[in-house]
């Protein structure tokens, strides 16, 4: 059984930084996709950073690109999102998951089986 623990939220000024970490256990398998997404209330879910498992490809929705990367420690079993140059419209809960496989659709909310519970990322102006 997969596990997902994320950590790290907080509240930031805008421009500011936060690194966000999840920690994975029961998670054994290279080649697959692990992603950071985040829900801002009234919004649905969308993809911010995936990262292959194992390997270097990493993936960005545009409105993240060149402030956030995305990097694993894989001995550790543990994702992270580093976050800088913080906007206002960054606010949102963001969560860890895990897809069980490669996909041809990485930032895909639908190719994703194990999620975490959330840390919560407020930024204010």
């Known amino acids: 059984q997969v596990q997902l623990v994320e950590s790290g939220g907080g509240s930031v000024q805008a421009g500011g930084s936060l690194r966000l970490s999840c920690a994975a256990s029961?998670?054994?398998?290279?080649?697959?996709?692990m992603g950071w997404f985040r829900q801002a209330p009234g919004k649905g879910r969308e993809g911010v950073a995936a990262i292959l498992f194992g390997g270097d490809r990493t993936h960005y929705a545009d409105s993240v690109k060149g402030r956030f990367t995305v990097s694993q420690d894989i001995t550790k079993k543990t994702l992270y999102l580093q976050m800088n140059s913080l906007k206002s419209e960054d606010t949102a809960m963001y969560y860890c998951a895990a897809a069980g496989q490669w996909t041809p659709l990485p930032l895909s909310r639908f190719e994703y089986k194990y999620w975490g519970q959330g840390t919560q990322v407020t930024v204010s102006i």
């Open positions: 029961g998670f054994t398998s290279s080649n697959e996709y």
